[in-house]
């Protein structure tokens, strides 16, 4: 797949031996895969272009799925008992959440409900329409327990403009940001595609995921074609989510 001279090439060829910090793979439990045997079809999907290690993140939100740490540890053994059937000894699957920020958000955080990547790092995200009335708060609070809040998707927000001085405000108020890599293409749209390939060369995205729900973003993944520009700004941004996250 991968042509060093041509103009265009596949993304998933850059992606061999990443750490996806971000997905929705657990079965059963959002709005990700149904069931078991979707995780797996999803996860041998991944092991095509050399993916084999993963944080499950799904969704925590009030209302629509409140899940908690025992549902998601539930999920989480049953999936890595279907991988033994399946004899996928080589993936590495764990589990964190991606918490929205809503009016429930500071009192699992302040209970320790939460559940953070790699012991310190939490991902969050906010409504795609409005921001989250208690955003600023929520983040101090984050701050104080001592956790770097990873702010997801942070091109598909329609409230942030692309130039948007809010990014830059949410960087100083101590954001990573992780930008989906179907934001690369047209999958979210042209605008959320033009956010994104700016945001990265203003040099404000910090970490790459795939945020796949189901088998049609996965195969939307592996046809995604990218610029040699756009290949050598992603590089250092691939190494540095295997870094922090391996």
Partial sequence: MFHIFSKK???VD?????????????????DGAKNTTESIALIKGFEEFGVQDFVATPHIMQNYYPNNQHTI?????????????????????????EHMIDA??????????????????????MSYLQPSINFDSAIQKIA??????????????????????????YKKQGLLFQLNLLSLGEYYGKEVQRKALKLIDEGLIDFLASDVHNPNQLKNLKELKI?????????PLIEKTIYNFY
């Fill in 104 to 125: 429930n958000f500071e009192t699992i955080l302040e209970k320790g409900e939460i559940i953070p990547i790699k012991k310190n790092y939490l991902l969050i995200e």
């Fill in 73 to 97: 540890a539930e999920s989480l053994l049953k999936l890595k008992n279907e991988l033994l059937k399946n004899d996928l000894t080589n993936v590495a699957i764990n589990a964190a959440a």
């Fill in 9 to 11: 090439r596949f993304l």
């Fill in 144 to 169: 104080s327990e001592r956790y770097f809040p990873i702010l997801a998707h942070p091109e598909r927000y329609v409230y942030l403009k692309s130039g948007s001085k809010k990014y830059r405000k």
């Fill in 227 to 235: 610029g040699s520009k756009t290949a050598i700004s992603l590089i």
């Fill in 14 to 30: 850059l992606l061999n031996g990443f750490v996806d910090i971000h997905n929705h793979i657990l079965p059963g439990i959002d």
